[in-house]
């Protein structure tokens, strides 16, 4: 069993920037990918991007390429989501979520958090 909390979310301008993380409990952390989806109001859940259990592999949506950066700590059970130059289309909630696979598909996806808003103003 895997629970999962974000945060860092808040009210950015467009071009700021944002680190969200996610604390995971559960001595199993690290044997899980770990990933981050969005979903804005009114639109489907979408992949941003997963990374590995160890690390070492890393996946992204095209359009976040660049301009996102995922990363983990499997010593403080947490994964980050580093956002630079944001834009007003990527306001919704974040959630972070655990996975035995490296997916973009998130009915792959067993743990899920809460979420946390981010809303990119312009």
């Known amino acids: 069993q895997v629970q999962l909390v974000e945060s860092g979310g808040g009210l950015v301008q467009a071009g700021g920037s944002l680190r969200l993380s996610c604390a995971a409990s559960g001595r199993t952390f690290s044997s899980y990918a770990m990933g981050w989806f969005r979903q804005a109001p009114g639109k489907e859940r979408e992949f941003v991007t997963a990374?590995?259990?160890?690390?070492?592999?890393?996946y992204y949506a095209d359009s976040r390429k660049g301009r996102f950066t995922i990363s983990r700590d499997n010593a403080k059970n947490t994964v980050y989501l580093q956002m630079n130059s944001l834009k007003p289309e990527d306001t919704a909630v974040y959630y972070c979520a655990a996975s035995r696979l490296l997916s973009d598909y998130a009915p792959s996806y067993d743990y899920w958090g809460q979420g946390t808003q981010v809303t990119v103003s312009s």
């Open positions: 990374i590995s259990w160890s690390g070492g592999t890393t």
